[in-house]
Nanobody, 122 residues
């Protein structure tokens, strides 16, 4: 069992930055692939980024490449999403998730956090 708690969301102007954190519990946390997803009002939840066990392998959706960076600190059981050059279209609730597959599909992730709101004003 893994429990995930996100933090770090907020209101920021376009062009600004935020760093999201996802604190995980459970001894097996380091064995999971960790992903970030987001869901804007009226839209489906979409994949943002994923990171492998060691933290050296990452993958991003095209719309955030070069602006978002996913990382993990296994000693702290925490995954981060550093976001720069934020745009109004990045506004969404951001969720972290843990899964056993290298995947961008929500159905492949077993554990989810409660989400943190990110709002980017123009």
């Amino acid at each position: 069992q893994v429990q995930l708690v996100e933090s770090g969301g907020g209101l920021v102007q376009a062009g600004g930055s935020l760093r999201l954190s996802c604190a995980g519990s459970g001894r097996t946390f380091s064995r999971y692939y960790m992903g970030w997803f987001r869901q804007a009002p009226g839209k489906e939840r979409e994949f943002v980024a994923i990171i492998g066990w060691s933290g050296t392998t990452t993958y991003y959706v095209d719309s955030v490449k070069g602006r978002f960076t996913i990382s993990r600190d296994s000693a702290k059981n925490t995954v981060y999403l550093q976001m720069i050059s934020l745009k109004p279209e990045d506004t969404a609730v951001y969720y972290c998730a843990a899964g056993s597959r290298w995947s961008s599909r929500t159905s492949d992730f077993d554990y989810w956090g409660q989400g943190t709101q990110v709002t980017v004003s123009s």
